[in-house]
């Protein structure tokens, strides 16, 4: 979606185009397709997207790139919550905190794809909101805006992670060694990854 509403690699439909003469409120983006793979119809798929007021702004003035921009960003940061610390976290956990971790284990990664997907659609809910906030957001205030989405990012990632730890079959002898060790690399990973989420160093020297 991201792709249809910013980028250039799509020509835009006449009735995507906001106008001047078109309000400043209550409009949204509605898009239809049925996707095909190889020889297979994958599905009909439906998304509608409201746009905020600001957001609407935007697209009277041109501005693709701008949101494009931003929207590209999240995109990124959602990827690499998934790829780069959830998936790690998940592969720790469902190996029974093995030393040595097979990411490229094809019984884990079935069982780690359902929690992956579980993040995946949470984050849909509430992307294009979230990205609407930034939008709307003072220049000056923008990177707070983008910190408090990078946290609910992490947020997002560590409940799967939790459900993971309730719902995996793991040997009851190393359970809890999984558990520990599957919540280490998501930190790990996390401050890593974004070192926005590092914990703040404080100053405890008397004054």
Same mark, same amino acid.
């Given at each position: ?23 400043? @409120? ?8 049925? *996707? ?29 790139? #701008? ?21 790690? %976290?998940?592969? &720790? ?36 909101? @979230?990205?609407?906030?930034?939008? *709307? *957001? ?6 707070? #805006? @983008? ?9 997002? &990632?560590? %409940? ?6 309730? &719902? ?14 599957? @919540? ?20 405890? &020297? *008397?004054?």
């Amino acid at each position: 979606m991201s792709d249809l509403l910013f980028s250039g690699n799509f020509s835009k439909a006449l009735l995507q185009q906001v106008q001047d003469s078109d309000p400043d @409120r209550g409009l949204a983006v509605l898009a239809r397709g049925i *996707a095909r793979g190889q020889g297979i119809t994958e599905g009909y798929h439906e998304r509608l997207v409201p746009l905020s007021k600001p957001a609407i702004g935007f697209f009277k003035r041109g501005k693709y790139d #701008v949101l494009g921009h931003l929207a590209q960003r999240r995109v990124q940061e959602t990827g690499d919550m998934r790829g780069k610390v959830l998936r790690p %976290a998940l592969f &720790a956990l469902l190996q029974d905190g093995a030393d040595d971790i097979n990411y490229g284990s094809k019984t884990t990664a079935p069982q780690a794809d359902k929690w992956l997907k579980a993040f995946e659609h949470a984050v849909d809910l509430i992307f294009f909101e @979230r990205l609407w906030n930034e939008v *709307a *957001a003072d220049p000056a205030d923008r990177d707070d #805006v @983008r910190h408090t989405w990078l946290r609910e990012l992490r947020d997002l &990632a560590r %409940a799967q992670l939790t459900k993971a730890e309730r &719902a995996a079959p793991l040997a009851t002898m190393r359970r809890y060694k999984a558990i520990t060790r599957g @919540r280490a690399m998501f930190d790990r990973q996390a401050y890593k990854q974004f070192s926005e989420l590092r914990p703040q160093e404080t100053d405890n &020297a *008397a004054a």
